[in-house]
């Protein structure tokens, strides 16, 4: 039975491809459409002004903070949805402040921990990023 299983899944998977023109002028179905308008990752529930003013902050208090490269762009993003997390679980101050730091150091930038620079970052995550209620929704839905 499961080799049966396993022969159709393959005869399906062939008979499915990209040289078939019916295959290829079917409307997505209304399932799909959903599933791909939903944020993939975390940082994406965020509003974007939020996220815009978070990274116009980081980009004027050390450039190296934002990177620009297409693949690093929301980099900085994780990193605070990161700290919110860390935030949201009620971590202490300095746990919180240090990971901060961690997060935050190293590529184009030097966060050393317990700096006035980490302690910026995390006011401005808290500030732009914590503070949105689409990611606490967001975080509470993984952490009932």
Not at 104 to 121: E, L, N, T, W
Request: hydrophobic residues 40%.
């Amino acid at each position: 039975m499961l080799i049966l299983l396993v022969l159709g899944g393959i005869g399906s998977a062939l008979s499915n491809g990209d040289d078939d023109p019916a295959a290829a002028s079917t409307p997505q179905s209304s399932a799909t459409a959903r599933a791909s308008s939903t944020p993939r990752e975390a940082w994406e529930v965020i509003p974007t002004r939020r996220r815009a003013a978070f990274l116009s902050y980081l980009r004027r208090l050390d450039p190296g903070l934002t990177p620009t490269s297409a693949g690093a762009k929301a980099r900085p993003l994780r990193r605070a949805v990161d700290v919110c997390y860390d935030v949201y679980a009620g971590k202490p101050l300095p746990t919180v402040l240090a990971n901060t730091a961690r997060r935050f150091d190293g590529g184009q930038a030097s966060v050393p921990q317990g700096s006035a620079k980490a302690r910026r970052i995390l006011a401005a995550a808290k500030r732009w990023i914590c503070s949105s209620r689409e990611l606490r929704a967001h975080y509470n839905k993984l952490h009932p």
